[in-house]
T-cell receptor, first 114, second 110 residues
């Protein structure tokens, strides 16, 4: 079975802190994604990566950056956390077969910024 | 940009009923469509993936159909059970990313 793990299930940080969210997948997938999920807004894509050291902005990249130094690991960085970044963060991975293929999700990280 | 809509936002049915969840999308040039289930506070669990060349996919009591020309997909759940209570999301694969609907919250009443 594909496994996608996220470093924390719950995280509480203070405004202005630098926050790292880690995601690891064990299926050698090319693509990895970071989403945030908010009530009434659904899942919104923050960044995705289609290869090591490659990244593309999604719909809401402002205030975030990402790092992909190894194929299995994709990190989301909040440079200076703000209260409007309180959300559920979901990581996903998928193989590349000429187009976006089936996505597999991690359990999510519930981040609260106070 | 692809826009994905799921109606209704919430649905409540008695146990044993068959039901249909709807997903519509604005751009028919899709690569595939995926249905997920999400339990409260959890990640998404993949239920079914339909490639653009397919019309339907089945897994157990679930059947998903795809009509690209009309921009619609349906998820049919047969003989619903209380354990089916969850939020169901559809995601449309277009270009190199997925676009999600906001989901249908299903409650199956024992």
């Amino acid at each position: 079975d594909v496994k996608v793990t996220q470093s924390s299930r719950y995280l509480v940080k203070r405004t202005g802190e630098k926050v790292f969210l880690e995601c690891v997948q064990d299926m050698d997938h090319e693509n990895m994604f970071w989403y945030r999920q908010d009530p009434g807004l659904g899942l919104r894509l923050i960044y995705f990566s289609y290869d090591v050291k490659m990244k593309e902005k999604g719909d809401i990249p402002e205030g975030y950056s990402v790092s992909r130094e190894k194929k299995e690991r994709f990190s989301l960085i909040l440079e200076s956390a703000s209260t409007n970044q309180t959300s559920m963060y979901l990581c996903a991975s998928s193989p590349w077969t000429g187009g976006p293929h089936e996505q597999y999700f991690g359990p999510g990280t519930r981040l609260t910024v106070t | 940009k692809q826009e994905v809509t799921q109606i209704p936002a919430a649905l409540s049915v008695p146990e044993g009923e068959n039901l249909v969840l709807n997903c519509s999308f604005t751009d028919s040039a899709i690569y595939n469509l995926q249905w997920f289930r999400q339990d409260p506070g959890k990640g998404l669990t993949s239920l079914l993936l339909i490639q653009s060349s397919q019309r339907e996919q089945t897994s157990g009591r679930l059947n998903a159909s795809l009509d690209k020309s009309s921009g619609r997909s349906t998820l049919y759940i047969a003989a619903s059970q209380p354990g089916d209570s969850a939020t169901y999301l559809c995601a449309v694969g277009t270009g190199n990313q997925f676009y999600f609907g906001t989901g249908t919250s299903l409650t199956v009443i024992p």
